[in-house]
């Protein structure tokens, strides 16, 4: 069964430093990838997703992923981070034996110092 | 503007009491979800639905129940079985298919006193 593994529980980054967001699953076969953002008591967003195509994939609010099929990894940047960016992120992936579901990664927080 | 409501932002719930969790949709999505949101756990799947009258116990069922009676409702009673209710329910949907994303309610947060 899928499994989507996001390694850090929260990640501290100064304003205006870049940040990297790491996210691996667990199977190669294909999958479609979802990064999406909560902020403080409010529901998810949909930040990016790659569906096929290029590896490089562009969100909003300054966010990019790169999808990696070797390393079964689909991680996020954002090359300088703001403090409105503070928030917690996840990761999620569809498979074709998924059964239209998701599946989650636990989140990472991520922390903005000023 | 098309999106999902949920009802009410804040519940308040005495131990015993069965409450019921409202989310509607005008998306004109066929899949609707509720999940539980705890600190540090991530989203855990309650229910879903993938057509009107029919649905599925995703993995954290116990303790409680979803009806589907029309496409654009898909509402959710946390009923006094459930040990420990105190959360924040998060209500999606999506268009039926592996490449769709799931758009997301703004949540209840539900208080058990």
């Known amino acids: 069964a899928q499994s989507v593994t996001q390694l850090d529980s929260q990640v501290p980054v100064f304003e205006e430093a870049p940040v990297e967001l790491r996210c691996n699953y667990s199977?190669?076969?294909?999958?479609?990838l979802f990064w999406y953002v909560q902020y403080p008591n409010q529901g998810l967003q949909l930040l990016l997703k790659?569906?096929?195509?290029s590896t490089l994939v562009k969100g909003i609010n300054g966010f990019e992923a790169e999808f990696n099929k070797s390393q079964t990894s689909f991680h996020l940047r954002k090359p300088s981070v703001h403090i409105s960016d503070t928030a917690e992120y996840f990761c999620a992936v569809s498979d074709g034996d998924s059964n239209y579901q998701l599946i989650w990664g636990a989140g990472t927080k991520l922390i903005i110092k000023p | 503007d098309g999106g999902i409501t949920q009802s009410p932002k804040y519940l308040f719930r005495k131990e015993g009491q069965n409450v019921t969790l409202s989310c509607e949709q005008n998306l004109n999505h066929d899949a609707m979800y509720w999940y539980r949101q705890d600190p540090g756990q991530g989203l855990r799947l309650i229910y879903y639905s993938q057509i009107v009258n029919d649905f599925q116990k995703g993995d954290i069922a116990e303790g409680y129940s979803v009806s589907r009676e029309k496409k654009e409702s898909f509402p959710l009673t946390v009923t006094s079985a459930q040990k420990n209710p105190t959360a924040f329910y998060l209500c999606?949907?999506?268009?039926?298919?592996?490449?769709?994303?799931?758009?997301f309610g703004p949540g209840t947060r539900l208080t058990v006193l």
């Open positions: 790659y569906l096929s195509g």
């Open positions: 199977s190669s076969v294909s999958v479609y």
């Open positions: 999606a949907s999506t268009r039926t298919g592996v490449r769709n994303e799931q758009f």
